[in-house]
């Protein structure tokens, strides 16, 4: 059973950042491609990032490409999201989720394919 726990959200005013952390524990974290999703207040949960297991494979959604950038750290057992250039429509309840891929480098896009939930962080952007 994988444990995820995110920290780093909070207030930030647009055009600013914001660096989210997602410790892992309770498994081999090198086996699990990694990603961070956000859901704001009455919509539905959305991919921001994912990562390969090995971090050779990083994709994002478009809104956010050249904004944010996602990395993991497999000797800590964490994945990072930074954030710049923040935008009002940021705002959101972002978590972080894993799903076994080992062998593959795979990197899932949806909501569905992901076993393992952190409990979210806010990340508030004013504009």
């Known amino acids: 059973q994988v444990r995820l726990v995110e920290s780093g959200g909070g207030l930030a005013q647009a055009g600013g950042s914001l660096r989210l952390s997602c410790a892992a524990s309770?498994?081999?974290?090198?086996?699990?491609?990694m990603g961070w999703f956000r859901q704001a207040a009455g919509k539905e949960r959305e991919f921001v990032g994912g990562?390969?297991?090995?971090?050779?494979?990083?994709y994002y959604t478009d809104s956010v490409k050249g904004r944010f950038t996602m990395s993991r750290d497999n000797t800590q057992n964490t994945v990072y999201l930074q954030m710049n250039s923040l935008k009002p429509e940021d705002t959101a309840v972002y978590y972080c989720?894993?799903?076994?891929?080992?062998?593959?480098?795979?990197?899932?896009?949806?909501?569905?394919?992901?076993?393992?939930w952190g409990q979210g962080t806010q990340v508030t952007v004013s504009s």
């Open positions: 309770g498994g081999p974290f090198s086996r699990y491609g």
């Open positions: 990562i390969s297991r090995s971090g050779s494979r990083i």
């Open positions: 989720a894993a799903v076994s891929t080992f062998p593959s480098e795979y990197v899932y896009y949806e909501v569905a394919k992901y076993d393992y």
